[in-house]
């Protein structure tokens, strides 16, 4: 399954470690740490250069890890997922 995380930019879902609000996460100290080290080390992908909401933290094959800066919201993406599930 794949989700678009905006400006026509998809993901695979089954490397998405997780979703994250970028307001309430960047609060901690860890959280900041951890997104200027993965910046430091290009691991950063911003989808957009509007007004952050959003990211995502995926692996590749690889365990090569990247983190997606999106302008959606981490509840818009939460809910695409969920209509995108079959069960």
């Known amino acids: 399954m794949f989700l678009h995380i905006g400006n026509n930019r998809i993901i695979n ?3 998405l470690i997780g979703i994250f609000d970028i307001e309430k996460s960047s ?7 951890y ?3 993965a910046g430091k080390q290009n691991r950063v992908e911003y989808v957009s250069y509007d ?3 959003s990211f995502a933290v995926c ?3 690889n365990l090569n890890e990247t ?3 999106s302008p959606i ?4 993406l939460i809910k695409r997922l969920k209509q995108n599930r079959t069960f």
Do not use: A, I, M
């Open 27 to 33: 609060v901690s100290k860890l959280t900041r740490d």
């Open 59 to 61: 692996f590749d094959e």
């Open 73 to 76: 919201s981490c509840q818009t």
């Open 67 to 69: 983190v997606y800066v």
């Open 13 to 15: 879902t089954k490397n």
């Open 51 to 53: 007004l952050p909401k």
């Open 35 to 37: 997104l200027n080290n």
